[in-house]
């Protein structure tokens, strides 16, 4: 956050002194636009996934998804079902997968899951993913037209914090 703060202030500084004595000559000139980052602005981590998988996703000439949420009902209880009963898998404690999740939540047409643990932040979840050729490819499908995302943390779990991403074909 400091950083944040700091690279804000910077910003504003530079803004005041361009108003105050202009450009070469004394001409006025226009204050840069700031640089702020997608994920940085996102108010939750849902948001700043969205962000972070859209840009990855345009990266690769697809379509951005939007939030949904069913997907997002599903992946959250995923997401506590793992973090309280400590343990990190596709299968649900109860036996059901991802599409009998998003099903139970009335979405019609699931597509993929990712989850994830141990990572407290959108970014590091992000990364996790992109490292891995299965996340990655669900990531990056263009069929996709929607996504669900769930995070719960226990601190007596083996990980912590866990992460579910859902993804639907737009039902």
């Known amino acids: 956050m400091r950083s944040i703060v700091r690279a804000a202030s910077t910003a504003a500084l530079g803004t005041l002194a361009l108003s105050l004595l202009g450009g070469p000559g004394g001409v006025p000139v226009a204050p840069p636009a700031p640089a702020v980052s997608l994920v940085a602005a996102a108010s939750s981590p849902a948001q700043q996934l969205l962000a972070l998988v859209n840009a990855e996703r345009a990266k690769a000439g697809c379509q951005p998804v939007g939030l949904e949420s069913r997907l997002s009902a599903a992946a959250a209880k995923h997401s506590q079902d793992m973090a309280q009963r400590n343990f990190f898998d596709h299968v649900g404690r109860d036996g059901s997968n991802f599409v009998v999740r998003t ?48 995070v719960a ?17 737009g039902g």
């Open 153 to 169: 943390s226990a601190d007596d779990s083996r990980f912590g914090t866990y992460w579910t991403q859902e993804f639907g074909l």
């Open 103 to 150: 099903e139970r939540e009335g979405y019609p047409d699931p597509r993929s899951e990712n989850i994830a643990a141990g990572s407290t932040t959108a970014q590091g979840t992000m990364e996790q993913w992109m490292a891995s050729a299965g996340h990655r490819r669900n990531i990056l499908d263009c069929s996709a037209k929607e996504m669900g995302v769930g």
